[in-house]
């Protein structure tokens, strides 16, 4: 795809991330055409959503991969739409957190382990 004929949008996202410390770093929203793709970088990690119909569907790809990483309490707020400066102007979008895997929910694995006693003292 033609870089030239793209669009960006920049977001905030602020949240906890998967060392329960607070951050708060630009993502963008880049489209080409009628595709969209988000983009994060943060510290050394670096994600780039794959192509997606919607800027929503590309920024909620992003939310879910963080949260499946373990950041939690995310949020967003746009900041520029294309070369135009937002500001505060734009509300934030807060993404509730995945549920907690259930305690009575064990994978086969550790169920083996512990019919065998395994690791019991």
Do not use: C
Not at 48 to 57: G, M, P, Q, S
Not at 88 to 109: G, I, M, T
């Amino acid at each position: 795809m033609d870089p030239q004929s793209s669009l960006t949008n920049v977001y905030h996202i602020s949240g906890i991330d998967d060392r329960e410390r607070g951050f708060n770093r630009q993502a963008q929203v880049i489209a080409y055409g009628d595709a969209y793709r988000a983009r994060l970088r943060y510290e050394a990690l670096q994600i780039e959503v794959e192509f997606v119909d919607t800027e929503d569907a590309a920024l909620q790809r992003l939310i879910h991969t963080l949260q499946a990483r373990g950041y939690t309490q995310l949020r967003t707020q746009r900041i520029f739409q294309g070369e135009q400066y937002l500001g505060n102007q734009e509300l934030w979008v807060d993404y509730p957190d995945p549920d907690p895997p259930d305690a009575q929910s064990v994978s086969w694995f550790l169920r083996v382990r512990q019919f065998l006693g395994i690791g019991k003292k």
